[in-house]
């Protein structure tokens, strides 16, 4: 099954922004959006934000989502050392009947 | 407080079968749609199925139809995954998810090592 695209790799400053993005089609991302997740190295994924771009209870709101057309934007305002991760978005897909991932960006604090 | 706890990896030699458990509680598990999630190492998430909450609705992606089921027992709070005809390529550490719209709680996994 064909999965989303995501960037492999992003690097940015402390106390910097960035923004990572997740492409996909009108049937998974342009049809219901995406969800976001985050993971870091030997632990289980985290759900950060909902396809509705809604966050989780907990969540800081210094991580934001949003969507134009079939890709989705995931945006981590105020850098912090912890915010070192894999980030993955996650779709269902309504043509294959299936959920499907991104590859995953690994995003570096400099 | 959600809680989804798997086991039952291990090592298993290729054509093998192996089943997985995940036990759930802090919710009420009959209410919620199910998944199994899996990730090779050092690799991304692959999704591998998905169960409805009364276990009516299943979903299988293309790599494992046919060898692997899922299966939940709500009397019980648990949700299984059966894998038959094992392959090296589906070595991978295992996690059970629950869904709440998305995959909102998710287990700490259970490795599963495919190898002669």
């Known amino acids: 099954q064909a999965g989303l695209t995501q960037p492999p790799s992003v690097s940015k400053g402390l106390r910097q922004t960035a923004t990572l993005t997740c492409t996909g089609n009108?049937?998974?991302?342009?049809?219901?959006?995406a969800a976001w997740l985050q993971q870091h190295q030997g632990h289980p994924p985290k759900l950060l934000s909902y396809?509705?771009?809604n966050r989780p209870s907990g969540i800081s709101e210094r991580f934001s989502a949003s969507r134009s057309g079939n890709t989705a934007s995931l945006t981590i305002t105020g850098l912090q050392p912890e915010d070192e991760a894999d980030y993955y978005c996650s779709a269902w897909d309504s043509s294959l009947s299936a959920w499907v991932f991104g590859g995953g960006t690994r995003l570096t604090v400099l | 407080q959600v809680q989804l706890v798997e086991s039952g990896g291990g090592v298993v030699q290729p054509g093998g079968s192996l089943r997985l458990s995940c036990a759930a509680s802090g919710f009420t598990f009959s209410s919620y749609g199910m998944h199994w999630v899996r990730q090779a190492p050092g690799k991304g998430l692959e999704w591998v199925a998905f169960v409805s909450y009364d276990g009516r609705t299943k979903f299988y992606a293309d790599s494992v139809m046919g060898r692997f089921t899922i299966s939940r027992d709500n009397s019980r709070n648990t949700l299984y995954l059966q894998m038959n005809s094992l392959r090296a390529e589906d070595t991978a550490v295992y996690y059970c998810?629950?869904?709440?719209?998305?995959?909102?709680?998710w287990g700490q996994g259970t490795l599963v090592t495919v190898s002669s």
């Open positions: 396809r509705k771009n």
């Open positions: 009108s049937n998974n991302v342009g049809n219901q959006g």
């Open positions: 998810a629950k869904e709440n719209y998305d995959l909102d709680y």
